[in-house]
């Protein structure tokens, strides 16, 4: 009898499977970018690379993402104001840390969203300026990432500062101890100043721009910002 090369499996012995490595389910739109979000800090580019899509599925799956970032980095931008630390001493909050609690929340959402809009406008002025074909939403949403590291130090000096000083915090002079105080300060303002870096960084990536182009386009839309605001700062001034 020839030889034909197979191998027949012996009685009684199951037929054997061909296993064969199955794909990765894909991640949802929304997911991926629930995960840029935290990517953002390690791996800027490919995250605002991917800002570039702005097909309706890609920018409806970045909202709530968004929200979260221009929310957070309003609640540390309202907790940056000098009036911030002095709440605890108004009588309408009667020392009341809930209330206090409830109030930094709601000013910094609403602070947030204002400059998420607003700003962003005035990024989409400063943008179109420098030659960009963007949309205003991109701008917008390039504003958002770029907020990032202002969550970040919100969820890593602000913890550590309500430790050293407690309710002090709010208080007159609660936390002017010196060394303590400088050093808070130095870190929000690196946050602050890395939040302005990767706006510029962020920019050049997505505009596909040099970043000096790109630091031009953020210059345009302060500039922007200061003709809007100029003639209400005269009328305070003059009143």
């Not at 970043?211 to 922007?224: D, E, F, I, P």
Request: hydrophobic share 55%.
């Amino acid at each position: 009898m020839p030889w034909t090369g197979c191998v027949s499996e012996p009685a009684g012995y199951p037929p054997r499977v061909n296993a064969e490595v199955q794909p990765a389910p894909e991640q949802s739109p929304e997911r991926q970018w629930w995960l840029r979000a935290l990517a953002v800090f390690q791996a800027p580019r490919p995250v605002f690379a991917a800002l570039r899509d702005e097909s309706p599925r890609e920018a409806e799956a970045r909202e709530e993402p968004v929200l979260a970032l221009i929310v957070l980095a309003g609640i540390a931008g309202i907790l940056l104001a000098p009036a911030t630390g002095r709440l605890l001493d108004e009588d309408l909050l009667d020392s009341s840390v809930a209330v206090l609690g409830v109030l930094v929340f709601l000013s910094g959402a609403i602070y947030g969203v204002a400059t998420y809009w607003i700003g962003g406008g005035a990024l989409y002025v400063g943008l179109r300026g420098a030659g960009s074909a963007g949309s205003y939403r991109r701008a917008r949403h390039m504003l958002a990432f770029a907020a990032a590291p202002m969550v970040l130090g919100l969820v890593t000096v602000w913890p550590l500062r309500l430790l050293v000083y407690g309710t002090d915090t709010f208080r007159t002079g609660g936390s002017d101890d010196g060394v303590g105080s400088v050093l808070f300060g130095l870190a929000s303002t690196a946050f602050a100043l890395w939040s302005l870096g990767l706006l510029v960084y962020g920019i050049a990536v997505v505009e596909r721009w040099r970043v000096l182009r790109a630091a031009v386009s953020v210059a345009l839309a302060v500039l922007a910002i200061l003709v809007v605001t100029f003639p209400f700062v005269i009328a305070l001034a003059s009143s």
